[in-house]
């Protein structure tokens, strides 16, 4: 068999019906920049939600009292003593975030509304927590303010009340006794979500501490790295520095968001279902194009094996047509996906004609803009599984090619 010989006959036999062949290739092309564009434009929406909900709310590692992330309790403190500073000291950590969070009863002088108070450091937080960014009237907190708040839209809409206003919080403390305290509004917070939106409370972490009596301690410590692929190196290092303290534990942003994890899950599993059906589709249209081509050059095999041609030549040409075919395929889709990669990574797709103001994915805010990230892997991944679905969709006609009976052809 003339391998050379094989590919020369098999380029010749593409532009024998040029309109075919094109539509063949357009049809694999373009299901490669799809499937490259779709997935690249979720890597970079995943990584952009993940990055929003490690900032404003567990980090990318978060440490707790054991069961915390699960019941929420006001008793589930510990005391941050030297942690904090021990955890900031180590490599690929940017910085560590302590929080103290109460469910509390927010009042003015035309209402009264559930709310969470949230104790933070201030100056640690603004540039950090994205949320921070989206005040809508005043201004944040300053680590020098007492007994200030920011709060959010849909709770100072409930309350009547603006920056300059005051209104009373009410919690339970850690004796037991309801403790209330006159707060002064300095912002309102609008994030997007409604259930932060219409209960937050935000206010100076020895505020929060002096109201509820937990002096000292906090409820979690968000640890930011420089880069969530540390995660994996810094985590273990955490859990050690825990290894005697038995009522704390370590968790990644999986274990702490489990809402967002599942929704990023079962997003990414949908998108996977779509791209298997438009590559069976695909699969499928291969299928019929090599069969036609066979069929009509039935006489013209059967011509070839009455002078002796083999039928492992006539099953290699069938193969060799389907490579160049997905050869062709793939180079025009990853240069097509490519492109879009680019635009948009670098300008993005504003989806704010169907998303004004964007909405809520796993508990955090989804920004209409959408940009892209490149996932050079997973973009050859799916042109070399692209490529196999092209030269598995040629073996059939191939085979037939094979069988064919020369008597039977030239009649």
């Known amino acids: 068999m003339d391998f050379i010989e094989i590919v020369k006959l098999a380029w010749k036999n593409l532009w024998r019906h040029r309109i075919r062949t094109f539509i063949t290739v357009l049809a694999m092309a373009g299901s490669l920049f799809l499937a ?12 952009k939600m993940i990055d929003q909900g490690v900032r404003s709310g567990s980090g990318h590692i978060g440490v707790y009292q054991k069961g915390y992330v699960k019941d929420r309790l ?37 209402d009264s509304r559930g709310s969470l108070l949230f104790g933070l450091k201030a100056s640690q937080e603004h540039s950090i927590n ?19 708040a920011v709060v ?8 009547r009340i603006a920056p300059g206003k005051s209104f009373i919080i009410t919690l339970q403390d850690k004796a037991g006794e309801l403790q209330s305290e006159k707060l002064r509004v300095v912002g309102i917070l609008q994030t997007g979500i409604k259930e932060l939106d219409n209960s937050m409370v935000m206010v100076n972490l020895p505020e929060a501490q002096r109201i509820s009596g937990y ?10 790295l420089h880069s969530a692929f540390l995660q994996g190196s810094v985590l273990p290092v955490i859990q050690s520095l825990l290894s005697r303290k038995d ?3 370590a968790l990644g942003w999986q274990q702490a ?71 062709l395929g793939v180079v025009l889709g990853w240069i097509g996906g490519s492109v879009a990669t680019y635009y948009l990574v670098t300008r993005g797709l504003n ?29 050859i991944s799916l042109s070399i599984f692209l490529f196999i679905i092209c030269i598995g969709a040629s073996l059939y006609p191939a085979w037939k090619a094979a069988k064919i009976e020369p008597v039977q052809a030239l009649k």
């Not at 589930?76 to 030297?82: G, R």
């Not at 959010?152 to 309350?159: F, H, N, P, T």
């Not at 002096?215 to 930011?224: A, D, N, P």
């Open 257 to 327: 968001m489990p809402n967002l994890r599942n929704a990023i899950q079962y997003d990414y599993t949908s998108l996977r279902v779509i791209l298997l059906l438009l590559v069976t589709i695909v699969g499928i249209g291969i299928i019929n194009t090599f069969l036609m081509s066979v069929l009509e050059r039935t006489r013209e095999f059967g011509t070839l094996m009455a002078i002796g041609t083999p039928p492992s030549f006539l099953r290699w040409l069938v193969i060799t047509e389907a490579s160049f075919t997905g050869l």
């Open 130 to 148: 994205p949320y921070i960014q989206k005040l809508s009237e005043g201004r944040f907190l300053m680590d020098s303010d007492k007994r200030k």
């Open 351 to 379: 989806l704010a004609f169907i998303l004004s103001d964007g909405q809520e994915f796993g508990g955090v805010f989804f920004d209409p803009i959408i940009r892209a990230s490149w996932n050079i892997p997973n973009m």
């Open 215 to 224: 002096i000292g301690q906090v409820h979690e410590l968000s640890v930011i």
């Open 247 to 249: 009522n704390l534990v």
């Open 74 to 110: 006001a008793e589930q403190s510990f005391p941050m003593d030297n942690l904090l500073k021990k955890i900031q000291n180590i490599s690929g950590v940017k910085a560590v975030l302590p929080h103290l969070k109460f469910s509390a009863l927010a009042q003015s002088a035309y």
């Open 36 to 47: 490259i564009s779709l997935v690249n434009m979720a890597k970079g929406s995943y990584s």
């Open 152 to 159: 959010g839209s849909g709770l100072a809409k409930e309350l």
